[in-house]
């Protein structure tokens, strides 16, 4: 048993390369993976050495809308038509939320304010979904 200088795990020498390894394959691997995420995302986006890590470091490792953690890396998001970085987004945030938004503030804005001030109850009053239709929704949500 070897302890793992990175993740800090006691681990079975065969996950260690060599008899003067500090770092379990494991912890190898994801270096490996993240440097080359590192390239490609500097590649694509334009970003120069180490931009990405100032930008994640910046945002304190959350997505810049929903400020969710994510175990996974963040987007690097861009504006599409003029091709400027515009920050770090989840996933969700910059595939869903900004698509659905088709980019505009002011759709995100109104969305808001629609949530704050729902438009059916200031005219109807308040009027509740069936169980069945509360399911159906969060079902959806989990997918
Ligand atoms: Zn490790
Ligand atoms: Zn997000």
Known sequence: MRRCKRCEKNRSDRFFTGPRGKICTTC???????????RRVGKTYGL???EYDTLFAAQEGKC????GTRRQRLSVDHDH???????LLCRMCNGRLLTAARDRPEVLRAAADYLERPPAIEVIG???????ANNNGRQRKKR
Do not use: M
């Open 28 to 38: 190898q691997k994801q270096a490996r993976s993240e440097a080359h995420h590192r």
């Open 48 to 50: 120069e050495a180490g």
């Open 64 to 67: 810049a809308i929903c400020l």
């Open 81 to 87: 038509r003029d091709g400027v970085v515009r920050g």
């Open 126 to 132: 308040h009027r509740y979904a069936s169980e069945e």
